[in-house]
């Protein structure tokens, strides 16, 4: 008669590590989706930075054309003041 139990324990201790490649592959898949899902996320803010500096230059030349320097005019407006921290 043959000794059984070696087989069944070997291909139990597979089928174990066969789930726990399973669970790595899971969990590996699982962070690229999330470092994907930062990066995306990371884009897009930079996307909308870009946006946001693009239109504040716009608008800072749009300011400086309409304000008149001090060698185009001799009557020149003061610029509005801030306001000041107390």
């Known amino acids: 008669m043959l000794n059984w139990h070696p087989v069944v324990e070997y291909e139990i201790r597979e089928i174990e590590r066969e789930k726990?490649?399973?669970r790595?592959?899971?969990e590996t898949e699982q962070r690229r989706i999330e470092e994907l899902q930062r990066e995306i996320a990371h884009e897009l803010r930079m996307q909308r930075l870009r946006k946001e500096n693009a239109r504040e230059a716009e608008l800072d030349?749009?300011?400086a054309a309409l304000w008149?320097?001090?060698t185009t005019s001799s009557h020149q407006t003061?610029?509005?003041e801030r306001d000041s921290p107390t």
């Open 68 to 70: 008149p320097s001090s």
């Open 61 to 63: 030349a749009k300011i």
């Open 78 to 80: 003061p610029p509005p």
């Open 20 to 22: 726990r490649l399973q």
């Open 24 to 26: 790595l592959r899971s």
